[in-house]
């Protein structure tokens, strides 16, 4: 099942009103809601935050053209969800197998954080696109809002499924979750999440898929 998707969204009035000044200034950049990247029919569904102002705004692909990607798109790489460790524009031969690459808000936010009534608005898109998941699948939250974000797609209690690094929720009938601190720049370079820290996360990913 193709992931549901809108392209021409503009239901959040700051988002768009961003977009439209962001695109004034960068008429280049992508600036529209970035649709997901990957294989339709994953097992291994990644959700990210939101797309960056030099990222995945400007190239139209999530975790594309910022640093934020850089060590995705190499995890990914080393075991065997993508053909390559680099991703750089949203044309280039880059495919993954078995991996889909989403965001919990579609739109770029000003300073990179979306506000609640954005979040909550953008999750009727996150609650088709995880309903055509099977169960047997592992979704990777990056960060405490994508992981936020997944257990309200499913009107479950934020009490009983608590974001921590490494975290593991199998949520009932439907696919376990499994979580990350996020592959940003600032927690890459304080060491929050370092490079050794990642690898374990796909190095249990790959197991639990089996």
Known sequence: ?????DVDCRQCPRLSGFLNTVKDKYPDYYCRPVPPFGDDDAHFVI?????????????????????????????????????????????DALILSNCRITNAVKC????????????????????????????????????????RAIIRAFGLRQVDYKF??????????????????????????????TEQMFDSVFVRARELLG
């Open 1 to 5: 099942m193709k992931p549901a998707f």
């Open 47 to 91: 959700v990210g935050l939101a797309p960056g102002m030099h990222g995945a705004n400007r190239t139209g692909r999530p975790f594309t053209g910022d640093h934020a990607g850089i060590m995705l798109y190499q995890m990914l790489h080393k075991h065997g969800f993508a053909s390559d460790e680099k991703s750089i524009s949203a044309d």
């Open 108 to 147: 770029l936010p000003p300073d990179n954080k979306p506000i609640g009534a954005e979040i909550n608005t953008c999750n009727q898109f996150l609650v088709q696109e995880l309903a055509s998941i099977s169960s047997n699948s592992v979704v990777l939250a990056l960060g405490g809002i994508a992981h």
């Open 164 to 193: 921590g690094h490494a975290a593991e929720h199998p949520l009932p009938d439907r696919f376990l979750l499994l979580d990350s601190y996020h592959c940003s720049r600032y927690n890459t370079n304080t060491r929050r999440l």
